[in-house]
């Protein structure tokens, strides 16, 4: 599989009306997806609702999305845990599944050392073979992981990609620099601005929900060169970005897909559903970027 590099979208886990895992639907929306131009799938990350699905569907879901990708993007699992002997159970797990590389969050409750961290990821890395991108996301991690500790992570022979989602495009800028080529950033805020600084993919929410337009603001800034071109693009998915930020992501998510013709169910507890005031102005969203049926 080539570097891995584009509009990845991190997918959500579609659930019945009984609240269980929809095997159909996340098959039907792997192919939506993959039909609609998205450049490669990470499952099972936070808006995956990862930390609600029990070890066996977490394995279910890695798998199906594997299978039904058929080798057409890479898929990349999200195999994280507190516990860094499940994080390895579960990243030597995806590797014997065929994905193409792991997201793993740093342990997100322990407060851990920089040395902690440190062996966390090296004892992943020393047990797989495949790419691992380490996910910084220090508001929900409790964990920030900097740009000199990313430097040390960056040694590990397969650590080779981050979702930096810090909110910082500045730190995407220091990594590159502390890095070179052993580290390869993806945005998981504000894409438009860390392409301009050197980020080479965007873990998208948003894609979830318009997997096209998201590739198409990688290609137009990234591939064409065009950033004037790309800000336009990027101007006008803004206001969707907007209306699925902030705790409610999950949940916001969920129901655009709903009103866009793609149920996926809704978010497992303590998630409730979306507001009912919240569900008009993301119509209205929706509706200005064409995406209501």
Same mark, same amino acid.
């Given at each position: 599989?080539?570097?891995?590099? @584009?509009?990845?979208? +991190? ?7 009984? *609240?269980?895992?929809? =095997? ?8 939506? $997806?993959? #039909?609609?131009?998205? $450049? ?6 936070s808006? *995956? #609702?990862? &930390?609600?699905?029990?070890? =066996?569907?977490?394995?279910? +879901? ?8 058929? *080798?057409? +993007? ?11 002997? =499940? ?5 030597? #797990? ?5 994905? %193409?590389g792991?997201m793993? +969050?740093? !342990? ?16 992943? @890395? ?17 964990? %920030? &992981?900097?740009a ?7 040694? /590990? %022979? ?16 220091? /990594?590159?620099?502390?890095?070179g ?9 504000? !894409?438009? =601005? ?6 080479q ?7 979830n /929900? ?8 990688? $290609? ?9 071109? @790309? ?7 803004l206001?969707? &970005? ?14 655009? &897909? ?6 996926? *169910? ?8 979306? !507001?009912? %005031? ?16």
């Amino acid at each position: 599989m080539a570097a891995f590099r @584009g509009s990845y979208t +991190v997918m959500v886990t579609p659930f019945d009306d009984g *609240g269980r895992l929809d =095997e159909q639907r996340l098959r039907q929306f792997v192919d939506w $997806q993959i #039909e609609q131009g998205v $450049q490669g799938l990470i499952p099972l990350g936070s808006t *995956g #609702e990862f &930390l609600s699905l029990t070890r =066996e569907e977490r394995r279910a +879901v890695g798998a199906i999305v594997v299978e039904q990708a058929a *080798g057409r +993007v890479p898929v990349l699992v999200g195999t994280a845990a507190e516990w860094t002997d =499940e994080a390895v159970a579960f990243s030597k #797990e995806a590797e014997g599944y065929g994905a %193409d590389g792991v997201m793993v +969050v740093p !342990p997100y409750y322990s407060s851990p050392t920089e040395e902690e961290i440190f062996t966390h990821y090296r004892r992943i @890395g020393e047990a797989i073979s495949i790419p691992v991108m380490a996910y910084n996301n220090p508001y929900t991690s409790n964990v %920030d &992981l900097k740009a000199p500790l990313v430097a040390r992570l960056s040694e /590990i %022979d397969n650590v080779s990609y981050i979702k930096e989602s810090s909110g910082s495009v500045t730190r995407t800028t220091e /990594i590159l620099r502390l890095c070179g080529d052993r580290m390869t950033v993806f945005a998981g805020y504000h !894409p438009w =601005e860390g392409y301009l600084v050197g980020a080479q993919g965007y873990v998208s929410v948003f894609s979830n /929900i318009a997997p096209g337009l998201s590739t198409e603001l990688f $290609q137009t800034t990234v591939d064409q060169r065009d950033p004037e071109g @790309g800000r336009r693009i990027y101007h006008r998915v803004l206001p969707l &970005l907007e209306a699925l930020s902030g705790d409610l992501y999950v949940s916001a998510t969920k129901a655009a &897909l709903g009103l866009i013709g793609m149920p996926v *169910g809704h978010p497992r507890a303590p998630r409730l559903p979306l !507001p009912a %005031d919240r569900v008009a102005p993301l119509r209205a969203v929706l509706k200005d970027l064409g995406l209501l049926q």
